[in-house]
């Protein structure tokens, strides 16, 4: 190589170097974040917002008062954020019932009563349904039966959460198939119902419930899940004895007809582009175990937060900026999938969607669903915003509710950017789906810091959505 | 300038480019990092030790029964990590004791009885003391009064802490001389006993205890801290009526004679340089309220844990590492200074000290106080262990127990770099030195991620300690 090729070829990495260390983002950025987390930590309200979502509203499964009063209060709430528009978005879904009876039991010997709970969407046992019991290890074991194999067996899966695993999402990912899937694979092979190990990371006696679905053409069979604990109880009762008998009943059931619910939404029109829309949001209803505080109690305050930091810091933005509480996450994403059906019948051009429903823990940073470019030049604000302890900007999954925006049928924009906040998670699945799921065990702190995050975040997108 | 002479500027600026991508591991660092958070997560003994350490033993501070069972508890425990030296260093430090009385009420109407505790080292009241309450902001409207001026009065110190600062510890430092040094401050000016406004970032109605101190040839008065949320009462009451009295009853007391115990300390010997010495550890000791949970059992069981990870995935040091469970940090310190004056005297070649004391919380990274050079040397292990979350390598302080190694006494060696665990603080001040540091509010997970990030880290100096 000639000196002057060296020279060229040096040239060309710095000039990678340099461009890698250009900055997008300037110093009134820097004031204003920091004005941000200061109004929240200081004057913040999504805790006590989030004190009377739980405490004087409850749980709210789609389809319950609660769930309509949860709307109802969010709108009051949001309509003194001088918002420009704040509406009800009609969302059919399917109403399912837990009902009164809800046991699950060892028959051997005398009955030993099990930390349990159906699974949402499981059929009921339709009175006592007492068989013997079948261990697989997880949906791997399972589908290495044949047809008829397991006639007339309950088939316990018991495939725990890989606790070694930093993100404990990863760990649920892995193996929550087994939660959402394994009544269809089991009935497959003429299973009568299925008990599954819960979805934690902890070993303790809550039963953490979530959605279970059918398959068309296969037997309907009722889905119970028993707490980490009596899983290994169970398990150590099958090894002993070589087999064990249970008896479960439940009285679930999916109400006949749909309901007729609602998304909530509320915008601050774009003073520039009103045409363009970042949307962020987070699902109003829960499971029916706990008060839903961290899922997603905490993402609704946090959302309702944004609105009020943009008001209260005198935040104009250039685009359109909208907060959806999405109806419906836990079972059927309706909420989700309507909005996002609406937005493509409307031809609307949506930027970017943020959505919140990681839990209200310490924020970390963004998990990303998009271009690798788009996702460098959002990383390098991690110098401006490492100070508030944000440094993960990474691709990866976003979230439930805003999924649809990207499906083959809603697409309507290659370059749209989803992202869900990216919270620490260590402790997400200890309270997931259970009763252990409330106001007590989120942090005021750490809820703050998380709206301050999404705040920031709506603000740099819009701010800079011309670099995407 | 010159073709030649670009080429020069340039290839300059290369090489800094490319000296500060240089990779400072290799992959079988990956491997055994990997190695030492499976171990920890998923045979962790760490959370189960906690679990012993504040229920079968409880709080311990120096000089009681309980701090010298934690002691030999700690050396049971860590006897079976085939460690080659195991062993007690006396230490003599000051016994503290809080006495059965303990009481403050506004004594206006009738008494209002506030959540009250004696700060650690106070005095007593000898008897109940019944005096106006003068109310300042801070130590600085304090220093403003006269010699004279506050005679007979009891000072309320009342400055909170600044929610707005993201690290909670800076808040803390930037207010915590009021409970240090209000009471030698306030007696300077003729008050007889002051009250000090809770060190928490929280409103709660917890008395958060804490150190304070005399200063010679000052009137020693006695020192209590109100909760948060008595505070603001006070501070109403005081607002509305111009004035108000309050009665305390504090019969806590120093011990006449100085209490003969022990800093815990085990070591596994260098296979290359014995004689060169990687200390980590935490405070044994505790406050007496609650169980010191996070202040500091975590630090105590993390630290026990880097040496069972060692041993579990067979670690040989090329330096000798050492564990040393320090007593008294809580009020005196004399473990740290105890064990800083022997090193020195010894003539002992520290490399490095680590310690773990700002609670059991999810690790982010390390706060370091050493050159610059050295700091940029460790930051560049961000790349291999930010999948474990740790991302934070930044100049700070690192820690009481180990900040005497580099007193102007005691220091040895100018390269030595000073270490502490820097988990995520918002939640820290909630329990702090109050009767909610107790083992339930200790994370599993989190507190696992601890030790094993201190043990990655005595690994990764011991590996490369010859590039500092």
Redesign the interface.
């Known amino acids: 190589m000639r000196?002057r090729n060296?020279?060229v070829y040096?040239?060309c990495?710095?000039s990678l170097?340099l461009r890698a260390q250009e900055k997008s983002y300037d110093t009134s950025d820097s004031l204003l974040v920091r004005a941000i987390?200061?109004e929240a930590?200081?004057h913040g309200k999504s805790y006590n917002q989030l004190n009377y979502l739980c405490k004087a509203i409850g749980h709210r499964i789609t389809g319950s008062p609660q769930a309509e009063l949860a709307l109802e209060w969010a709108q009051s709430e949001v309509s003194r954020y001088n918002v420009d528009r704040l509406m009800m978005q009609n969302v059919q879904a399917e109403h399912w019932v837990r009902g009164d009876k809800e046991w699950v039991a060892i028959s051997e010997d005398v009955d030993l009563l099990l930390n349990a709970c159906a699974l949402g969407g499981s059929v009921s046992t339709d009175g006592p349904l007492q068989a013997q019991v079948v261990e697989v290890s997880g949906m791997e074991e399972l589908s290495r039966y044949s047809a008829g194999e397991l006639k007339g067996k309950i088939v316990f899966l018991n495939e725990p959460m890989d606790?070694?695993l930093?993100n404990?999402f990863d760990a649920y990912g892995a193996c929550v198939s087994q939660r959402y899937n394994g009544a269809a694979e089991a009935a497959k092979y003429g299973a009568v119902a299925v008990l599954v190990r819960s979805m934690t990371?902890?070993t303790d006696v809550k039963a953490h419930t979530g959605s279970m679905g059918y398959k068309e053409g296969i037997a309907r069979i009722p889905a119970a899940a028993i707490s980490t604990q009596d899983a290994d109880i169970l398990h150590s009762y099958i090894e002993d004895l070589g087999t064990a008998t249970v008896t479960m009943n439940l009285s679930c059931y999916t109400a006949a007809a749909k309901v007729n619910t609602n998304n909530l939404i509320a915008e601050i029109r774009g003073s520039e582009n009103p045409e363009k829309v970042i949307v962020f949001g987070a699902h109003i209803d829960s499971w029916d175990k706990g008060e839903g505080a961290h899922d997603d109690g905490a993402g609704v305050v946090q959302c309702m937060e944004v609105l009020r930091l943009f008001k209260a810091i005198g935040i104009k933005p250039k685009n359109t900026i909208r907060m959806v509480l999405y109806m419906n996450e836990e079972n059927g994403n309706m909420g989700g999938k309507t909005y996002a059906a609406k937005a493509k019948a409307d031809g609307e051009n949506h930027i970017c969607a943020i959505e919140s429903d990681r839990g209200g823990f310490?924020p970390?940073g963004f998990s990303i669903d998009a271009k690798d470019s788009q996702i460098m030049t959002i990383a390098k604000w991690e110098e401006l915003l490492?100070?508030?302890?944000l440094?993960?900007f990474k691709k990866g999954y976003s979230g439930v509710d805003i999924g649809p925006l990207k499906s083959k049928e809603n697409r309507v924009n290659d370059n749209l950017i989803l992202m869900g906040l990216f919270p620490?998670s260590?402790?997400y699945f200890?309270y997931h789906h259970s009763k252990d799921d409330i106001f007590e065990n989120v942090?005021?702190?750490?809820l703050e810091?998380g709206g301050a995050s999404m705040a920031t975040m709506v603000y740099l997108m819009d701010k800079y959505w011309y670099l995407f």
Do not use: A, M
Not at 386 to 389: A, D, M, N, V
Not at 443 to 446: G, M, S
């Open positions: 000196v060296k020279l040096i040239l990495l710095l170097v987390f200061d930590l200081l606790k070694s930093i404990t990371t902890l310490s970390r490492e100070e508030y302890g440094h993960y620490d260590q402790r200890d942090n005021q702190r750490e810091l």
